[in-house]
Nanobody, 121 residues
Framework: VQLQAFGGGLVQTGGSLRLSCAAS????????MGWFRQAPEKERAFVAA????????YYADSVKGRFTISRDNAKNTVYLQMNSLKPEDTAVYYC???????????????WGRGTQVTVSS
């Protein structure tokens, strides 16, 4: 499956952004979808994941209560609503697809194009 994230940008502390990830190439609705991010000089890290039905969601502790992951299988798209953004959320955000919930980015076989999120203080 080919994935491309978009919707990033520059926002002030406390602001909001909604990222989207468009999937193509094979069946999307059966995949667990996840968001990861990589800040400058840091390793890529898990942010959130959502089951194929959308009924189960998973979040990193650092974003719980601020970020919401959702999906629209009819549009082959997964979203990440980010509220109350902080400077430490600054990173390139990537989406990923897998059969299971994956929180270790080393287990992801391929990555699509990410989108830059910059939160100014």
């Amino acid at each position: 499956v080919q994935l491309q994230a978009f919707g990033g940008g520059l926002v002030q502390t406390g602001g909001s952004l909604r990222l989207s990830c468009a999937a193509s190439g094979r069946t999307f609705s059966s995949d667990v979808m996840g968001w990861f991010r990589q800040a400058p000089e840091k390793e890529r890290a898990f942010v959130a994941a959502i089951s194929w039905s959308g009924g189960n969601t998973y979040y990193a502790d650092s974003v719980k209560g601020r970020f919401t992951i959702s999906r629209d299988n009819a549009k082959n798209t997964v979203y990440l609503q980010m509220n109350s953004l902080k400077p430490e959320d600054t990173a390139v955000y990537y989406c990923a697809a897998d059969d299971l919930v994956v929180t270790d980015p080393k287990e992801i076989d391929s990555w699509g194009r990410g989108t830059q999120v910059t939160v100014s203080s």
